[in-house]
Every structure is written in structure tokens, then in C-alpha cells.
């Protein structure tokens, strides 16, 4: 966590009539979570777990948060298929904060399916090619096709919709997204 992303959550909570105390705050991997397992109706982990060498056990720790039929909603980015190509390029230490293992060949997916007491509701690709997935560190070819881009952005979305409708979505989606629904 960041006291940033802490502090917008709140904001968010606060916004859309949730309570903002239940935004909380300390370390998610070592702290003691005991008092909040089984607490929760949902739990939502947004670009998280692919950080990760043995992300398995990130997850479990969320389902231990969740109440008897409580959801687990997970989203993870995508950056295999045309993401990977731009940050080679453009910002290789993506790469290495990233487990694109996860990523591969449906390798959250498949894991996610494999945990015993819960359902799993969703497992997909989600969304159109997404600007906010091709970061570089200023350069300026990097900065030109992404204005490019920008002015194009509906002959991109088309072109997205196509290549997903010709079966190729985990190419263009810039999300992976599980929901599951504990036992």
C-alpha cells in the first residue's frame, strides 16, 4: 500500500456511501489479519498479486478475509501480448517488477480455479487497449505515438473490439479479472 493509494481509497469509499474506516491501512503480508478473516462480504484487489514471486498465497490471504458467500473481486493487468512489445522497448523495468508468469497463458486463471471452497464466477480478459498500460520514462518516440494514439483512439477501440471478436482478447486486453464466490 501507499499512504497515496490509502488515501484516495478513502476518498472513493467516502464518495460512493461506503464507510471509509473500512479502507484500512498495514501491510497485507505481514501483518496479522487474524481479527479481519471472515469479515468481509467483498474484497477487491486491483494490480496487486502479479507483484508477487508466489502470488497463490496472496490470494488465499484474501479469501480468508471474506465472509461465508462473500466475493473476491481480483484485477491484475495484462502486460503479455501488445503491452509486453511497448515495455520492452520503452520501459523494461516493468518487467521486472511484474510476475508475467501469472499473466501467460491463462497461468491466474488456471491457478485461481484450482482453490478448493470457492467458485469461481468470472475469469477473464477485460477491457479495451488501454493508454494507461504504455508507460516509458519521458522518451519522446514513446510520448509521440502515444499522442498518436490519443487522436485515434476510436479507430483503436474498433481495431480492439475486431482482434478480441477474432478470439485474440488476451492480446488487446489490458486487464485480467477473476471474481470468486467463497463456499
Given at each position: 500500500?501507499?499512504?497515496?493509494?490509502?488515501?484516495?481509497?478513502?476518498?472513493?469509499?467516502?464518495?460512493?456511501?461506503?464507510?471509509?474506516?473500512?479502507?484500512?491501512?498495514?501491510?497485507?503480508?505481514?501483518?496479522?489479519?487474524?481479527?479481519?478473516?471472515?469479515?468481509?462480504?467483498?474484497?477487491?484487489?486491483?494490480?496487486?498479486?502479479?507483484?508477487?514471486?508466489?502470488?497463490?498465497?496472496?490470494?488465499?490471504?484474501?479469501?480468508?478475509?471474506?465472509?461465508?458467500?462473500?466475493?473476491?473481486?481480483?484485477?491484475?493487468?495484462?502486460?503479455?501480448?501488445?503491452?509486453?512489445?511497448?515495455?520492452?522497448?520503452?520501459?523494461?523495468?516493468?518487467?521486472?517488477?511484474?510476475?508475467?508468469?501469472?499473466?501467460?497463458?491463462?497461468?491466474?486463471?488456471?491457478?485461481?480455479?484450482?482453490i478448493p471452497g470457492v467458485e469461481v464466477r468470472v475469469s477473464s480478459y477485460f477491457g479495451l487497449f488501454d493508454y494507461g498500460l504504455l508507460t516509458?520514462?519521458?522518451?519522446?518516440?514513446?510520448?509521440?505515438?502515444?499522442?498518436?494514439?490519443?487522436?485515434?483512439?476510436?479507430?483503436?477501440?474498433?481495431?480492439?473490439?475486431?482482434?478480441?471478436?477474432?478470439?485474440?482478447?488476451?492480446?488487446?486486453?489490458?486487464?485480467?479479472?477473476?471474481?470468486?464466490?467463497?463456499?
Open positions: 500500500y501507499t499512504k497515496e493509494g490509502v488515501a484516495l481509497n478513502r476518498k472513493l469509499f467516502a464518495r460512493n456511501d461506503f464507510l471509509k474506516e473500512n479502507v484500512i491501512e498495514l501491510d497485507f503480508v505481514t501483518s496479522d489479519l487474524g481479527p479481519y478473516e471472515k469479515t468481509f462480504d467483498c474484497v477487491y484487489s486491483f494490480g496487486f498479486i502479479e507483484h508477487f514471486d508466489a502470488p497463490l498465497e496472496i490470494i488465499n490471504k484474501h479469501i480468508h478475509l471474506l465472509a461465508d458467500r462473500g466475493t473476491c473481486v481480483i484485477v491484475i493487468p495484462n502486460l503479455v501480448g501488445i503491452y509486453k512489445w511497448w515495455n520492452k522497448v520503452f520501459n523494461p523495468s516493468v518487467e521486472r517488477i511484474h510476475n508475467l508468469d501469472l499473466m501467460r497463458k491463462g497461468g491466474f486463471f488456471r491457478m485461481v480455479e484450482g516509458h520514462k519521458g522518451q519522446f518516440l514513446a510520448k509521440s505515438i502515444i499522442s498518436i494514439l490519443y487522436r485515434t483512439q476510436f479507430i483503436t477501440n474498433v481495431l480492439s473490439r475486431i482482434i478480441s471478436w477474432l478470439g485474440w482478447k488476451s492480446y488487446v486486453s489490458p486487464y485480467q479479472v477473476v471474481v470468486i464466490r467463497k463456499a
